[in-house]
């Protein structure tokens, strides 16, 4: 079992936190300091580059695009299957930008491709289905086979595209404040030179979809909000924690550096972002000294639970999910090639 400190109430970690009509917040906080590496390089030969994990049943799906692959672990992180195959022909995709565990199939996004690839559990390819270019961008998440969700990120004024191909219904919503920018370098370099974040970056958002809330996190303002599926506003938050700011000032000293090499990179306050049965959580872009930290909330983003993973093994983690029925939490290391296995709250 996990070592757990007592959790407590830190109203100040939020400087500003409140909902749609006021209401009040409870905030705990937990310490974890335990985590068992599942998988490696060094238990699984296989592995490369995991970037994408999916738990479902009595394991985990990843999606290694070093090897273009997906690949099944059980529990214990012995791999049971593997299956893909990179290419343009029938059943073979150019990268996959999202995959999802459906109770009776997995479908894979191929941006480039621009194509659902749909998988049966054990990896058996079933069809495929190509996507209108407007029907996609970087960002696209699925909540249920043939509903997905996009970020047009202030496009006509707009947040996200919601697309049901089962019904041929498609809307926006989500009131931008923050209109849409053609990507200039010239404007993105004065920004950064001068210490504040581009329109073009402010503008973003990442969308985790449940089936009844799609919620939207304003990536580089700290904006967190609920919609039901119909596109109507249900709740919002401004997050305004201490490690936020640190990780803006790291952002710029890195993005500076990137510069001098003639490339740019997009700030984000979070990693990313997954539906829970309840709510919703955050992975935090917490500095490197900082340990690996998960934000909880309820799913009108009034309780929130703060969870710090301090164990120095994990280091900097990119993407995780979880096995709420196990109370477990799974975090990838991409630059490690590792995933890791935690207690959830």
């Known amino acids: 079992m996990a070592n757990y400190l007592i959790p407590f109430l830190f109203i100040l970690l939020f400087l500003y936190s409140c909902g749609k009509n006021g209401d009040e917040t409870k905030i705990t906080i937990l310490t974890i300091d335990q985590a068992e590496l599942v998988v490696s390089a060094e238990t699984d030969p296989d592995i490369a580059n995991p970037s994408i994990i999916r738990t479902a049943g009595s394991g985990f799906y990843i999606y290694d695009f070093g090897i273009q692959k997906i690949l099944y672990y059980d529990d214990e992180g012995n791999q049971q299957l593997q299956f893909g195959n990179e290419g343009q022909g029938p ?29 049966g559990l054990e990896g058996t390819f079933l069809k495929e289905e190509s996507i209108e270019r407007e029907d996609f961008a970087p960002g ?26 089962t019904s041929d219904i498609r809307f926006a919503f989500g009131e931008a404040d923050i209109q849409e920018t053609d990507f200039d370098p010239g404007i993105i370099r004065q920004s950064i030179e001068r210490g504040s974040l581009p329109d073009n970056m402010l503008g973003r958002v990442t969308i985790a979809a449940g089936y009844d809330r ?77 340990p690996v930290t998960v934000l909880s909330l309820d799913r009108n983003l009034r309780n929130k639970t703060i969870i710090h993973y301090e164990n120095d093994t994990m280091e900097r983690v990119s993407m995780f999910d979880l096995d709420e029925e196990k109370s477990s939490i799974y975090f990838v290391n991409m630059g490690t090639s590792e995933i890791f296995r935690a207690p959830w709250h």
């Open 91 to 119: 059943g073979e995709f150019q990268g996959a930008a999202g995959f999802w565990v459906f109770d009776e199939e997995i479908i894979l996004f191929d941006q480039r491709g621009a194509k659902f690839l749909h998988f």
């Open 140 to 165: 696209l998440t699925m909540s249920s086979p043939g509903r997905f969700y996009i970020p047009v990120n202030g496009k006509d004024g707009k947040l996200v595209k919601q697309v049901d191909k």
């Open 214 to 290: 799609v919620y939207l996190f304003h990536t580089a303002v700290g904006k967190l909000q609920a919609y039901d599926t119909e596109g109507n506003l249900q709740a919002e938050i401004m997050l305004d924690l201490p490690v936020m700011e640190e990780s803006k000032q790291e952002f710029f000293k890195q993005s500076r550096l990137a510069l001098e090499q003639g490339f740019f990179i997009f700030f984000s306050y979070i990693n990313s972002m997954a539906t829970t049965e309840n709510g919703v959580a955050l992975l935090l872009n917490t500095p490197a000294d900082h």
